[in-house]
């Protein structure tokens, strides 16, 4: 049904009796609806399927993200909007997970055209989390697998839109100084790499 675009999808999954299993079903298959209504551009659709939708905090501040993204050029205010609900949905998912730092990239890769200042305070929360949590390499996926009989469908979260390297590369153009300090406070080898090598090439 949800290769088919069917919405009555969610109508069985609610008839689900397993709890676990339900949220994780209606998870996925909101976020595949929204997904599919950034494919299309329906920003309207997709920002109410966020504000609606059975998603997890990662799931909707992604989906804030991505619908951003599309508005920046014509709905400017929006889209600013949207960022800063993203921001207030990554303060709500647990400390001890690589998503908060990948979904402020994120967040800083649509704020680095439009609001500098903002993208730089961003980036301080990145170096936060990142120096939090070791897992974090500036160029991490979030996989949500859904089981079922006879195989398995992923719906990820990642790619050139959570890009540090990106994010950086801009940033530097901005304040090449400022760049290069802030890439010394990463704590851990893999991301101080990253964005480093990010300021060599924008040099």
């Known amino acids: 049904m949800l290769g088919q675009g069917d919405e009555r999808a969610r109508d069985i999954a609610d008839k689900i009796e397993d709890v676990e ?4 079903i209606r998870q996925h298959i909101d976020f595949e609806f929204i997904q599919r ?3 299309r551009k329906a ?16 799931q909707r501040a992604s989906a804030y993200i991505d619908v951003a993204r599309l508005l920046l050029k014509t709905e400017r205010q929006e889209a600013l909007h949207l960022l800063e609900e993203a ?4 303060n709500r998912i647990e400390a001890n997970k690589p998503d908060r730092a990948l979904l402020l990239v994120g967040i800083a890769n ?30 991490n996926t979030i996989h949500f697998p ?11 979260i990642g790619g050139e839109n959570f890009s540090l390297t990106n994010v950086f590369r801009a940033l530097a153009k901005d304040d090449l100084y400022r760049a290069v ?19 060599a090439s924008s040099i």
Do not use: C, Y
């Open 21 to 24: 299993r339900r949220t994780e």
């Open 37 to 39: 209504a950034i494919k």
């Open 43 to 58: 920003t309207s659709e997709a920002v109410r399927l966020a504000q609606t939708g059975k998603l997890s905090n990662t």
């Open 87 to 90: 921001v207030r949905e990554v």
């Open 110 to 139: 649509q704020l680095v055209a439009v609001d500098r200042v903002r993208a730089w305070e961003i980036m301080g929360e990145v170096v936060k989390e990142s120096n939090r949590f070791e897992g974090f390499t500036g160029a």
């Open 146 to 156: 859904l089981m079922t009989s006879s195989s398995v469908r992923f719906l990820n």
């Open 181 to 199: 300090e802030v890439a010394k406070t990463f704590k851990h080898e893999a991301p101080r790499a990253t964005v480093t090598l990010a300021v």
